[in-house]
């Protein structure tokens, strides 16, 4: 059994999906972006594909199976999952109809399916970048919440209280889409989202969908107010807080979407606001959880959930997908502020704090830290796990506490 992995150059996922995929005894061949040293060596394990133009990709994959059949195919980010979709067509594999996937990756088509089909999601309007904004802040919804089509980790959402600050962030938002390297992406980069801003509890959902039928796999909590001016996301905690019928209206509103977007297989990865009014859709992306979040998950008998993806590309026969009994939890640690990195002090007397698993610092001495919301990138990990939510979060603060970034 092979795997094609779409892993983009810059990513925190590679050694997950290796792990994963070496246990299982698959052969798994990693396709970037760009041309690796090593892909002659290794014509096997490398090939580079156009994730810029998914009709030259699936050809691509399509050239590469010819010699090396493939079996399951995989993206990890929100571009790589649209790519995934145009191959699996390609080559008769298991996955979702590019259109369910191109919906999914589109936050303003997929608000319009999902108004239309009846799903709670905030009210929003499309607007060029090009649009006068005073003229827009007459009339925008406030609270409202501006934020770009694309783009991750909640990167350019900025929320606006009067017209003042509605000018403000959509000046900032434009700044940021008519960088070059966003502004290159295409005519979604020269659009920008004005959506009412939705009060309550957030949590994130992840999960499997089978033949359109989602599987739960996890609800965290997300303990921080996510209320802006910004959103950078900090603590995730599983098993969630909430009521047992608030999880009901949770995994129903997810269910919904799923369905609305007509998502067949996969994993997906739920924003969903909880209030008096029941749950409300922020976002779905039609991929595993980012960043290096899915250590804080495991399944059966210590099943990471990158082996549960691989399985399922694969159509392999999965383990249980019941998660492991302790209350588990990460905090992506924020960045303190701009500046490039000197050192980080305290890392050992952090994981020396009970119930603490793992603290790791992915950013490097001399790298720039960008926070929020030009930001995307956080400069480390903490994970911990106990009997109980409110342990682990405690743990988790705890940790970070003792944490010091030098920056120059």
């Known amino acids: 059994m092979r795997l094609l992995l779409l892993l983009p150059t810059v990513t925190y996922r590679t050694v997950a999906f290796v792990e994963a995929a070496r246990r299982l005894g698959v052969e798994l061949t990693v ?4 041309p690796s040293t090593f892909e002659h060596a290794n014509p096997a394990g490398l090939v580079t594909l156009d994730f810029t133009d998914p009709t030259r990709a699936a050809a691509q994959a399509r050239a590469f199976a010819r010699e090396l059949p493939v079996h399951g195919v995989v993206g990890v980010d929100d571009d790589t999952a649209v790519i995934a979709a145009v191959v699996a067509e390609e080559l008769g594999l298991r996955g979702n109809s590019v259109a369910a996937a191109a919906a999914a990756r589109d936050k303003y088509q997929q608000r319009v399916l999902l108004a239309k089909a009846g799903v709670a999601v905030p009210r929003v309007e499309c607007y060029p970048i090009a649009s006068d904004s005073q003229e827009l802040a007459r009339h925008a919804p406030y609270p409202c919440v501006l934020k770009p089509l694309r783009l991750s980790a909640s990167r350019g959402v900025i929320r606006a209280d009067d017209a003042r600050e509605f000018v403000a962030a959509f000046r900032r938002l434009k700044a940021m889409l008519e960088e070059p390297e966003v502004a290159s992406c295409g005519e979604w980069a020269r659009h920008l989202l004005v959506e009412e801003f939705i009060p309550g509890r957030e949590v994130a959902v992840e999960g499997l969908v089978t033949e359109g039928r989602l599987r739960v796999l996890a609800i965290f909590d997300k303990p921080d107010p996510l209320d802006g001016p910004f959103f950078e996301e900090t603590i995730y905690v599983t098993p969630s807080r909430l009521t047992p019928a608030a999880h009901q209206e949770i995994t129903a509103c997810t269910q919904a979407t799923v369905t609305a977007l007509g998502l067949r297989d996969g994993p997906i990865h739920a924003e969903i606001r909880y209030n ?9 992306a039609a991929r595993p959880i980012g960043g290096r979040c899915s250590g804080a998950l495991r ?3 210590g099943v990471s959930l990158e082996e549960i993806v691989i399985r399922h590309a694969l159509g392999m026969e999965l383990p249980s997908l019941e998660r492991e009994g302790q209350a588990s939890g990460v905090m992506m640690i ?3 502020r701009g500046g490039v990195l000197r050192h980080v002090r305290g890392v050992e ?8 698993d793992a603290v790791e610092i992915t950013a490097h001495p001399g790298q720039t830290l960008v926070p929020w919301p030009e930001g995307a990138r956080y400069p480390g990990f903490i994970f911990a796990k106990g009997d109980t939510p409110e342990g682990v979060e405690a743990a988790l603060r705890a940790a970070h506490g003792r944490l010091e970034f030098v920056i120059g």
């Not at 008096?276 to 779905?284: A, N, S, Y």
């Open 299 to 301: 399944f059966g008998a």
């Open 276 to 284: 008096d009014e029941g749950g409300w859709l922020i976002e779905l």
């Open 31 to 34: 396709a970037s972006e760009r």
């Open 349 to 356: 007397e952090a994981r020396a704090v009970p119930l603490v």
């Open 334 to 336: 924020p960045v303190p």
